[in-house]
């Protein structure tokens, strides 16, 4: 068996197409949606996302405002400004890149932008909304992963979906948005004895741990789907997941791609939450 591939870049065309129609319409209301992106420091990785951020939400047609601060910014000047924003009516999405510089409490800055703002769907009231089920905005990285399950026609109803990592970004998140689309879930994390045998019993697999090749072919139902979050470098410096990708995807039915895979739906997402925002605020 060779799995067919779930295309996160042509998905994530599907998504901005979608996004660029609701812009329009609000603008034709005289609405122009506006998402400000946050950037403390000089974070290499974080220089690429957030370059990407701006690309993307521009290419739809939504203003987005890239504000970039030293290392060394206290966290109280952080705090005002996000506050200013907060109060500013013209902006309907704020998002502050991580990870933040050691003296910042990343926590403390994501609690201070208002739930109404929250695209990244990180929020306290974000996340208790997830848990009880009630609408707010949803992180960006699971969503995409759903929309990525949507696009395939994949019922997750009755199925057994296994998720490797249990951050509250990626890992917490994914499983309770499995579990609202009543599939049964098991959320694996690094204690978990005898990891291959809960992967070898799942319907679908999402691998968010940040170590390469951590999943490998046998470890892997034939006909599975398999969503690596993962990214990481090889031994050449070349983007990889955490998903052993040459080996799995002779054995599961469904696979995503690292690159060109999550990470496209994730900024996707990004917006979906931004213009809904925006639409909320009209």
């Known amino acids: 068996m060779t799995a067919q591939l779930i295309d996160g870049n042509a998905l994530a065309r599907q998504v901005r197409a979608e996004v660029a129609g609701r812009v329009t319409a609000l603008k034709q209301r005289g609405i122009q949606p506006h998402l400000a992106v946050i950037l403390v420091g000089d974070n290499p990785a974080s220089q690429v996302y957030v370059r990407n951020k701006v690309a993307d939400s521009e290419q739809t047609g939504l203003k987005a405002t890239l504000e970039r601060y030293p290392a060394a910014l206290p966290q109280a000047e952080l ?9 500013d009516a013209n902006v309907h999405g704020i998002l502050v890149q991580l990870p933040l510089p050691p003296h910042m409490d990343a926590q403390a800055v994501i609690e201070t932008i208002a739930p109404a703002k929250d695209v990244d769907g990180f929020h306290v009231a974000s996340a208790g ?10 992180p960006c990285t699971p969503s995409g992963c759903m929309r990525m399950l949507e696009s395939i026609g994949y019922k997750l109803k009755g199925k057994h979906a296994v998720v490797m990592g249990r951050s509250n970004i990626v890992g917490k998140p994914m499983a309770l948005m499995l579990l609202a ?3 049964t879930v098991t959320l694996c994390h690094s204690a978990t004895l005898d990891l291959a045998r809960h992967t ?5 697999i999402v691998a968010a741990v940040g170590k390469r090749n951590v999943l490998t ?3 892997v139902k034939p006909g599975a789907v398999v969503i690596d979050v993962g990214m990481n470098r090889d031994d050449h410096g070349k983007l990889c997941g955490d998903v052993d990708f040459a080996d799995v995807s002779q054995i599961a039915g469904w696979i995503t791609p690292v690159p060109g895979g999550v990470g496209p739906m994730t ?16």
């Open 217 to 219: 072919g046998g470890m």
């Open 79 to 87: 705090l005002a400004r996000i506050r200013a924003l907060n109060a």
């Open 129 to 138: 909304a997830l848990m009880v089920g009630r609408p707010g905005f949803r």
């Open 181 to 183: 689309q009543n599939a």
């Open 200 to 204: 070898r019993d799942a319907d679908v």
């Open 267 to 282: 900024r996707a997402m990004l917006l979906v939450n931004t213009i809904e925002a925006a639409e909320r605020s009209a």
